[in-house]
């Protein structure tokens, strides 16, 4: 039994009760080490809390929620599963006798969806809320809305190092409790330029640094993950032995006796290396220097598949002061970043809640199968409404909820299984076709890491020789797990297979615990057992599991897919399905700018397609112009969300449909491609002058040209058919005999003079008088000019010299004979002596020039 020291939270442990018991709910806020995991709790029992039912403590970390049941059951002397236990993920130390049991989120989520009302519970305890884990904000929002309905009895205690405790009491409608803590000053040191070596030389550096320099108390190290610890507790090992240090790692994957030696005093000053469990979770005494690497392993949510996988990623400011606070417990401290200052300040300040950035599936199916409207439960924060509507949309082609919302009987197995819905529907599709096993093991694999260790680096190698060519890169990840796993899982199989020892070893506890929960179907005979099992079962339960990433082959030999419903990837050189025309992409790289690389894809028969998701599939026919025959098609598809399956063309057949597609493309090219343009632009600006004169006239528009073109369409099949039947005659036609003699009598084409064998055209022009232009001697035997618009509107006259340019510019050719042609008649004559210059232009005919 450990000694019980005095804890700054123990002077408040009884106004804490006193707050729970009157008004049923309150937020603790206190440094860490302070005692709120340890003593909050069992002083709840002994206040009788714990005499109407258990004390739930919910601690987003296994690791968390066990040393702190040891810890709480070891200080008063009592066995671990009697009255204190703790239940985890593959771990259960509790009982029918146990009155405060620290769990894990995942395990309180679970016990939410077989008992809602959480019969047996008096009073839950949410630790370390600063986290907002989507488990712990589901958690608190479900333990809220209990209070106020059936369980107002139920006690909500939110506790945290480090959180805005202010909107969490009023959501709850209780007090902010803070208890002082004192903590020292820390000074903070970051790198000058980033550093290049590895992370472990980069710690065993900054150890040294520090042992040199001399140390008073203990280092803490914060590091990602196991890999990261285990390797810098080689690298710290020389550096050790010089300064006489222990060196001990704490992370969830170690023995409970490891954990505890990292935790306690011992008899030398320790380099603790740890994951970011200590940053505020468990805290070590006697820690006088902090190392930073910065980094953590978090939860990545892909956008993809919805699926989250294990990251490192480099944490936030918020983090990197909780990390930093740990130097400073005892007196004053330092603590070493591994990265600089710029980095560090260029880190968001928090981490967004999981709520708000996290695929939603798993939530919005329990509360459906709850009853409930996601978007009407009342949540500390909202989650997204895209998120939400995109989590319905998945379960809803998953066949988890029907069309109304409500889950489906195979929805209800589904979250009974504890993994994704996605997970969970491959494994059921598989079981249901004669593959439990496999179909299991394929699933765990979908929901772990990559486990081959080659496949992790070579995304990008381009060595396409060097793999082989199959139907499913999860197949080749499945047999890869199959032989390693029939040779033993032992470390050295595993290397020798080329095989990541934690995530084989997770994908293996992931796979049997998913059979543990689908036997009970099994026997209970609701999926029937192995038939007669084979990959096809296996590739079709695949796609049953993401039926929203079917892509098809932009052709066949290309590595491009075009998926349904939009948008395109590329497929990996290192991926194995090459032939497949039809995929299905369970894993994408899209974090890069540009393209999408599919990581991993499985081949898809359309026939599944058509097997599983009828509904989706659409017989269609439709009408399409094919530019480059400039012909109407009928093209009859086969699609999947727009996906064409199968294809065919032909012409089509005049008709309705026909002449409105080919209307539609005609209209779109322009009227000019099926005229001449320039006749074309006559008649307007004719029709256009003419119906000046004489209103009642018709004029041809670019609305009567697109009615006409339409009407051209009419029975014709492509744009051949368009230029034969000519655009002009239509619209001629369209104006009618009546029409078009006023408008060669108001607007002629031409005009007859003299001396021209042929009319001189006439040019009409918007916003200006109609013109023709001709050679001065044209014009002999004029005594005036000529007129247009029934006699009303006299031509501009351009009159040219031999030399082709403008002697003059009128409309009133009389005037001009008397006024000005006498004199430039001088002037033509010296300069064009051998033209026939008449002294009277009226009366002269015109001859040509004599050469
Ligand atoms: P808090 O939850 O407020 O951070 P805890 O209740 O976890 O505080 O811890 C209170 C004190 O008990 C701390 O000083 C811590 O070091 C000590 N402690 C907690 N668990 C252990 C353990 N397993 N071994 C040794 N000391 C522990
Ligand atoms: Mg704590």
Known sequence: MAARAQLPIDAHLARIVEAVREVGALVLVAEPGAGKTTRVPPALM?????????????????LAARMAARRVADERGERLGGRVGYTVRFDDRSSAETRVCFVTE???????????????????????????????????????????????DLAIVVMSATLDADPVASFLGCEALHVPGRTHPVAIEHLERPDERRLEEQVAGAVRRLAVRGLVGDVLVFLPGAGEIRRAREACEPIARAHDLDVVALHGDLPPAEQDRAVRQGPRRKVILSTNVAETSVTIEGVVAVVDSGLARVARHSPWTGLSTLEVAKVSRASAAQRAGRAGRTGPGVCVRLYTKHDHETRPAHDAPEIARADLSELVLLLRAQGHDPAAFPFFEAPPRPALDAAEGLLGRLGALDEGGRPTELGRRLLKLPVHPRIGRVALEAAARGEPERGAALAALLGEREIRLAARTRLDDGARGLHESGPSDLLARLEAFEAAESDGLSPRTLRSHHLDPAATHAAARARDQLLRHMHRYLHRGQVPMQVEGDE??????????????????????SDEIVFAGGGAGKLAPSSVVRDAMFVVAVD??????????????????????LELFPERVRDSEEHRFDPKQERVEVVRALTYDGLALDESRSAAEPGEETSRVLARAALAAGPEAFC?????????????????????LPTVTQETIREALVKLADGATGFGDLRRASLLDVLRAELGGDALARLDRLAPEEVRLPGRPKGAPIHYEPDRPPWVESRLQDFFGLTDGPRVA??????????????????QVTTDLAGFWDRHYPSIRKELMRRYPRHHWPEDPRTASPRRPSR
Do not use: C, K, Y
């Open 536 to 557: 096809e079962a296996l590739l079709v339960a695949v796609l049953a599991g993401f039926p929203d990433r079917v892509g098809r082959r932009r052709e066949a030999g």
């Open 106 to 152: 995942g395990i309180l989520v679970r016990r939410l969806i077989d008992e809602p009302e959480l019969p047996g519970v008096s009073a839950v305890v949410l630790d370390e809320f600063h986290e907002r884990s989507l488990q712990a904000d589901l958690s608190l929002a479900w333990a809220a809305r209990l209070r106020a309905s059936a369980r107002e």
């Open 676 to 696: 001449d343009a320039e006749a074309l632009e006559r008649l307007v600006r004719r029709t256009a002058f003419a119906s000046e004169h004489d209103p009642s």
């Open 588 to 609: 994408v790289d899209d974090r890069r700018r540009g393209a999408t690389v599919i990581r991993a894809a499985s081949a898809v028969e359309p026939e599944w397609l």
């Open 46 to 62: 002994e206040a009788g809390f714990a005499e109407r039912g258990e004390v739930l403590v919910v601690q987003p970390r296994r």
């Open 790 to 807: 029934g006699d009303r509107v006299p031509l501009v006259l351009h009159l040219l010299a031999p030399n082709m340019r403008a002697v």
